[in-house]
């Protein structure tokens, strides 16, 4: 079945780069994501990438696309504070065929908690 | 431009009640996605609507139900309410062109 993981914790100093890791099970998800959640918060968008790319990046951000191992990881350098947050990895589910018009739902990872210690 | 938006924020209700969640999307998006966020499962997928119509659905019992309006705004609706639906409920949506989903801050829900 579809599954998304990804580690539970990551800690790291400011300043520093964090790198945040998710592997993915469905092989024709034709799009990932990658969402932020504050306490209390919904999901905030921070990047996508379409699933024939290697590599995207973003200000701060790069997200690198293995797909022959189904790895998918994001790297924000020059970590703040502000970052502290919880990251979740997303992938698409294969569209229904009995439903029309619909592009496949979000499949979340339980996300990765980064801490950044000042 | 107006985010997506939940009402309401929060709510408490006991077991056995029903209770109706409401999802206004950002102007132009026609499709709405309803996810629950639980501690032990995680953010799960429960259903979709465009053009009215439900596209898609997720496996939770036939307590949960939703509706699209003409005007996109979608509720969810879930019946005969159990301890274990207390969850932050999240609606996203999203428009034709652009593949990112946009979330609302979500109505969280307590069932006591």
């Known amino acids: 079945g579809e599954d998304v993981e990804q580690s539970l914790f990551l800690s790291v100093r400011e300043g520093d780069s964090s790198v945040i890791n998710c592997t993915y099970t469905?092989?024709?998800?034709?799009?990932l994501y990658w969402y932020k959640q504050e306490p209390g918060a919904g999901l905030q968008l921070l990047t996508y990438?379409?699933?024939?790319?290697d590599m995207k990046q973003d200000q701060r951000l790069t997200v690198l696309l293995n797909k022959k191992d189904k790895h998918l990881s994001l790297r924000i350098a020059d970590t703040q504070t502000g970052d502290s947050a919880i990251y979740f990895c997303?992938?698409?589910?294969?569209?229904?065929?009995?439903?029309?018009?619909?592009?496949?739902?979000?499949?979340f990872g339980k996300g990765t908690k980064l801490s950044v210690k000042p | 431009k107006a985010g997506v938006t939940q009402t309401p924020r929060y709510l408490i209700k006991t077991r056995g009640q029903q209770v109706t969640l409401s999802c206004s999307p950002i102007?132009?998006?026609?499709?709405v996605s309803w996810y629950q966020q639980t501690p032990g499962q995680g953010l799960q997928f429960l259903f979709e609507?465009?053009?009215?119509?439900?596209?898609n659905k997720g496996n939770f019992p036939g307590r949960f139900s939703g509706r699209q309006f003409s005007n996109s705004r979608s509720e969810m609706n879930v019946s005969t309410l159990e301890l274990g639906d207390s969850a932050l409920y999240l609606c996203?949506?999203?428009?034709?062109?652009?593949?990112?989903?946009?979330f609302g801050s979500g109505t969280r829900l307590t069932v006591v």
């Open positions: 996203a949506s999203r428009s034709d062109r652009v593949k990112g989903y946009t």
């Open positions: 997303a992938e698409t589910s294969t569209p229904v065929p009995n439903y029309g018009g619909s592009q496949g739902n979000l499949i």
């Open positions: 102007s132009g998006h026609r499709s």
């Open positions: 609507y465009f053009s009215e119509t439900q596209r």
């Open positions: 990438i379409f699933s024939n790319m």
């Open positions: 469905d092989s024709s998800s034709t799009y």
